[in-house]
């Protein structure tokens, strides 16, 4: 692909000890010449490639040095773009970076839009479509767990399952072919046989993809946790010994906690949007009313409820209504308190809510907190699913295109049952075929490739 020159700033804002300013395309070097100077007076073409070279940044208008930098310069076609690509490097902070980028552009670069260095990755033929996603999945991943996916993804795990598949899928229909062209040779029961056989070989496969979408959506988006209970009975103390941090105010004073208070944290693998919530109860208080509706809201969106109770004190009303809120969603049950005399019939709470994981705490005290980790871990870290060993399936586009493809090789099989002529058949095997092809990008359409390369950041 033919395109101009790009630039941007490829590192964070803000302070740091560096700032990356990237450009690439056919004109990146012709930049670099125009700004660069070393010591020996060197173009940048006459320096070695791939190697730090250093010297300063100057404004060709009037000759101003603007900072000591190490710059690199790379050929294509081996860079991520596989385009000429040079890297500044320059003193990190907003100043020196954006008076950089500023000169770039008045030289003969471009401001590159969003995710436009990756999407020429893809177009260029580096990456396939879904590795380009897993470049953003890389960058925001909020776990260990959920970084060594994404970077197994970018090293093709998903273009390699899909592909094993495509293949099959093109199997069947030179099988599909063969039985129309030659209908003479009496083929039809063998093509039947292997279509079946190989129909099922590629459903078997989308459903063992599919199996992963819940462990995968966890993994990318966190798992939605709410933590509901009364007033005062721990919720802001359990979010802050879950963070190892004083996030939220907590006090003796009932209705402390009057908006939603979310935060991300990391739980043995598990990422966790945990989300601490107005104590749920009756109030003439306009704004804590407010909260504790919003908390019945957030309920009904949570992956996880972890619902806190009060050892030291009897089940009230209250704590029987928390209790119709949560008995029909995934919930852990803390009794919290537990180095205070107890005042609650833990059978009460077995009866209203069986087969809820009950763990006894003492939060302020941060007892039981290893127990709740660790039973958080169980529950969404199954062994059905083995991370290091699977290919997961973490993106809701593929998601959405492997449902379709489980569908098309499904109506291929049911038309095969019911010994429907094999060209009937086809539609469905290149429908199939067609949709696995569009999560490796092999046969998306452009509005669909613009669409995912906008939510990328500037500079990547």
């Not at 459903?207 to 993994?219: A, M």
């Not at 006894?360 to 529950?379: C, K, Q, R, V």
Request: a negative charge.
């Amino acid at each position: 692909m033919d395109f101009d020159t790009i630039a941007a700033i490829a590192t964070a804002p803000g302070e740091a000890g560096i700032g990356i300013i990237r450009i690439s395309g056919k004109h990146a070097i012709d930049v670099g010449d125009k700004i660069f100077k070393n010591k020996k007076e060197l173009s940048l073409r006459e320096c070695e490639e791939r190697k730090l070279n250093y010297g300063y940044v100057y404004d060709p208008k009037d000759g101003k040095k603007i900072d000591e930098v190490l710059v690199v310069y790379i050929k294509a076609p081996y860079t991520y773009t596989k385009e000429d690509i040079v890297e500044i490097n320059c003193h990190g902070g907003v100043i020196p970076v954006r008076r950089i980028l500023e000169v770039v552009l008045e030289n003969g670069a471009r401001l590159a839009e969003r995710g436009e260095f990756t999407k020429r990755a893809f177009l260029n033929g580096r990456i396939d479509l879904s590795q380009a996603e897993a470049v953003m999945d890389l960058i925001s991943a909020k776990t260990d767990t959920s970084f060594d996916v994404s970077l197994n993804q970018l090293e093709g795990s998903i273009s390699s399952e899909v592909k094993k598949l495509q293949k099959v899928l093109l199997g069947m229909l030179a099988h599909v072919e063969a039985s129309i062209d030659f209908p003479e040779d009496d083929v039809e029961d063998l093509t039947y046989n292997s279509l079946q056989e190989q129909g099922n070989l590629v459903l078997d496969k989308i459903n063992s993809l599919l199996s992963t979408v819940y462990t995968g959506k966890i993994l990318r988006e966190g798992l939605k946790t709410v933590i509901l209970g009364k007033p005062n009975v721990g919720k802001s103390s359990l979010l802050n010994a879950i963070l190892r941090e004083n996030r939220a105010i907590v006090t003796d004073i009932p209705g402390t906690t009057r908006d939603v208070i979310e935060e991300y944290a990391n739980i043995r693998g598990v990422p966790l949007k945990i989300i601490d919530t107005a104590g749920i109860r009756e109030t003439e208080d306009i704004v804590e009313r407010l909260g504790v509706d919003r908390a019945k809201e957030l309920l009904n969106e949570a992956d996880l409820v972890i619902t806190v109770f009060d050892t030291s004190k009897e089940l009230s009303e209250e704590d029987y209504d928390i209790i119709d809120l949560v008995k029909d969603k995934k919930a852990i049950i803390l009794l919290n308190k537990s180095d205070l005399p107890s005042k609650l019939n833990e059978e009460d709470i077995i009866k209203h809510l069986p087969n809820k994981k009950i763990i006894n705490t003492a939060i302020s005290m941060n007892e039981g907190i290893d127990n709740l980790e660790e039973t958080i871990e169980d529950m969404f870290l199954s062994t059905e699913v083995k991370i290091s060993d699977n290919t997961i399936i973490t993106n809701v586009r593929h998601r959405d295109q492997l449902l379709k493809a489980k569908d098309n090789i499904e109506d291929a099989l049911n038309s095969l049952a019911s010994g429907m002529p094999v060209d009937c058949i086809e539609v469905d095997i290149k429908n199939c075929w067609q949709n696995l092809g569009e999560i490796t990008g092999d046969t998306v359409g452009e509005d669909i490739i613009d669409k995912i390369f906008s939510e990328f950041c500037i500079g990547k």
